[in-house]
């Protein structure tokens, strides 16, 4: 069975780095796009950024790009999410998604493109 597994997050201050983490079960990631979404309390769940099955085609929302770097590493089933410059509005709940494409270099905005999903993780940035 599928499933993706975030961790990292946690608490912080303004100015401050996170690093989250997507560790992937029951799936061959090397065939997989994988994203990060964010839903913070009362709002849409909005994109964050994506990443290729090779990770050499990333892209960012306009609120992250800049400060966030994704990553991965197939050998180890693992996404990952550098957060810098964290600001109170980058709190929320951090998901990340995926689902398996046939181009090596296709990346989505859309979560309504993914379907594999984890549970997600918090994120609280204080200022």
């Known amino acids: 069975q599928a499933q993706l597994a975030e961790s990292g997050g946690g608490p912080a201050q303004g100015g401050d780095s996170l690093r989250l983490s997507c560790g992937a079960s029951?799936?061959?990631?090397?065939?997989?796009?994988m994203a990060w979404f964010r839903q913070a309390p009362g709002r849409e769940r909005e994109f964050v950024a994506s990443?290729?099955?090779?990770?050499?085609?990333?892209l960012y929302s306009g609120d992250v790009k800049g400060r966030f770097t994704i990553s991965r590493n197939n050998g180890e089933s693992q996404m990952y999410l550098q957060m810098h410059s964290l600001k109170p509005d980058d709190t929320a709940v951090y998901y990340c998604?995926?689902?398996?494409?046939?181009?090596?270099?296709?990346?989505?905005?859309?979560?309504?493109?993914?379907?594999?999903w984890g549970p997600g993780t918090q994120v609280t940035v204080s200022s």
């Open positions: 990443i290729s099955r090779s990770g050499e085609a990333t």
């Open positions: 998604a995926a689902r398996g494409v046939d181009l090596e270099y296709t990346i989505n905005r859309d979560a309504n493109a993914y379907d594999i």
């Open positions: 029951g799936i061959t990631m090397m065939f997989y796009m």
